[in-house]
């Protein structure tokens, strides 16, 4: 079992930057790929970024790409989302995830584990 804590969410306007943090507990960290998910209000939960369990092999969405950066600390069991020139169509909550395999997915259906969310604003 894998314990999920996103914080990090907020009230920001266009062009500023916000980092989530996903603080894990539960059984060995570098086990899972971890992901960042978000879910607007009426649209599907949508993927947003991936890591492998070493953090060698990264991938983004596209319309983050360039601005959003996903990291992980092994050490801190935790992972991040780094959120420059936010927009408001970043507006969403975001979800940190932990796969069942070490490997980046996209798929929500291959996470096992999930954080309870956080809410990220951004006004225009």
């Known amino acids: 079992q894998v314990q999920l804590v996103e914080s990090g969410g907020g009230l920001v306007q266009a062009g500023d930057s916000l980092r989530l943090s996903c603080a894990a507990s539960g059984r060995t960290f570098t086990s899972y790929a971890m992901g960042w998910f978000r879910q607007a209000p009426g649209k599907e939960r949508e993927f947003v970024a991936a890591?492998?369990?070493?953090?060698?092999?990264?991938t983004h969405t596209d319309s983050v790409k360039g601005r959003f950066t996903i990291s992980r600390d092994n050490v801190k069991n935790t992972v991040y989302l780094q959120m420059n020139r936010l927009k408001p169509e970043d507006t969403a909550v975001y979800y940190c995830a932990a796969a069942v395999g070490r490997l980046p997915t996209t798929s929500p259906a291959e996470y096992a584990y999930w954080g309870q969310g956080t809410q990220v604003t951004v006004s225009s």
């Open positions: 890591i492998s369990w070493s953090g060698g092999d990264i």
